[in-house]
Antibody
Framework: QVQLVESGGGVVQPGRPLRLSCAAS????????MYWVRQAPGKGLEWVAV????????HYVESVKGRFTISRDNPNNTLYLQMNSLRAEDTAVYYC????????????????WGQGTLVTVSS | SYELTQSPSVSVSPGQTANITCSGD??????ASWYQQKPGQSPVLVIY???KRPSGIPERFSGSNSGNTATLTISGTQAMDEADYYC??????????FGTGTKVTVL
């Protein structure tokens, strides 16, 4: 069965970096686009970054551009989110989610989600 | 930027029908998806491409999308359906956008 397992969250000081990982199993990872979606405490869902199945295209929400980098290691079935210059407003549970196809299209959707990893940015 | 608006809360009695709406400019021209999120859990896809149910999702969940409004309908609502529900659609400028979320309470 499809499994997505995030790791790497924790408490970090403002301005410091953190790298999240998402280990995928139960499907052919290299065939699917992947997203990072976050949810601040008590708030709604916000997509953060997306990467095409082959890593050739990446997009970011405006608030993290220049600070976050999404990447993937297809041979090792792992998705990453490198977060630099963290701010208090980045505090959230970060989920990795699988896109229903290799790339982002108007008809695509998030068909599987991980359990999330909590990132707390605080001094 | 494109926005999707949902009512903050919906209350429903067990066995009754809950209608959860999602409003956005010309939303009916886009595909809408719906996600259920129970407290402390990750979201689960319950409807995709307006009306389709993933395997394992009960038949009491259905969807529609027309004009500026997408609707998730829960027929014969059960206590286990109490959760937050988020709509989602694709927009060319912001890629995927999520709705503001609706808390469904089963009284």
């Amino acid at each position: 069965q499809v499994q997505l397992v995030e790791s790497g969250g924790g408490v970090v000081q403002p301005g410091r970096p953190l790298r999240l990982s998402c280990a995928a199993s139960g499907f052919t990872f290299r065939n699917y686009g992947m997203y990072w979606v976050r949810q601040a405490p008590g708030k709604g869902l916000e997509w953060v970054a997306v990467i095409w199945y082959d890593g050739t295209k990446k997009h970011y929400v405006e608030s993290v551009k220049g600070r976050f980098t999404i990447s993937r290691d297809n041979p090792n079935n792992t998705l990453y989110l490198q977060m630099n210059s963290l701010r208090a407003e980045d505090t959230a549970v970060y989920y990795c989610a699988r896109v229903s196809g290799p790339v982002v299209t108007p008809a695509a959707y998030f068909d599987y989600w991980g359990q999330g990893t909590l990132v707390t940015v605080s001094s | 930027s494109y926005e999707l608006t949902q009512s903050p809360s919906v209350s429903v009695s067990p066995g009754q029908t809950a209608n959860i709406t999602c409003s956005g400019d010309s939303l009916g021209d886009k595909f809408a998806s719906w996600y259920q999120q129970k407290p402390g859990q990750s979201p689960v896809l319950v409807i995709y491409q307006d009306t389709k149910r993933p395997s394992g999702i009960p038949e009491r969940f259905s969807g529609s999308n027309s004009g500026n409004t997408a609707t998730l309908t829960i027929s014969g609502t059960q206590a286990m359906d109490e959760a937050d529900y988020y709509c989602q659609a694709w927009d060319s400028s912001t890629l995927y956008v999520f709705g503001t979320g609706t808390k469904v309470t089963v009284l």
